[in-house]
Nanobody, 121 residues
Framework: QVQLVESGGGLVQAGGSLRLSCAAS????????MGWYRQAPGKQRELVAT???????SYADSVKGRFTISRGNAKNMVYLQMNSLKPEDTAVYYC???????????????WGQGTQVTVSS
């Protein structure tokens, strides 16, 4: 069994900061890429940031310069540091991970339950 659990969401005023965490646990052999996505009411889920097992990162244009994705030393953790938050950042943020449960299994995508981030003006 593999689970992804997000934490760190909450309510913050515009200009503030939040740090999201995601931990992958269970029967895990290897974790490849991890990432953060978000979905606001009435909008499609969109990519926020991704990070490979080697540390290569990618960001949506809307968050570049404000958000930073990072990986824990154990490689089963991923973080999203969100600074200079704007009301338009309000959404449910989801963690995604590519997980292999055993060798030679292929990677399977797992999603967390999501954590609410609300930014007030």
């Amino acid at each position: 069994q593999v689970q992804l659990v997000e934490s760190g969401g909450g309510l913050v005023q515009a200009g503030g900061s939040l740090r999201l965490s995601c931990a992958a646990s269970g029967s895990i052999f290897s974790v490849n890429a991890m990432g953060w996505y978000r979905q606001a009411p009435g909008k499609q889920r969109e990519l926020v940031a991704t990070i490979t097992s080697g540390g290569s990162t990618s960001y949506a244009d809307s968050v570049k310069g404000r958000f930073t994705i990072s990986r824990g030393n154990a490689k089963n953790m991923v973080y999203l540091q969100m600074n200079s938050l704007k009301p338009e950042d309000t959404a449910v943020y989801y963690c995604k991970a590519e997980v292999s449960t055993h060798f030679p299994s292929s990677y399977v995508v797992y999603w967390g339950q999501g954590t609410q981030v609300t930014v007030s003006s």
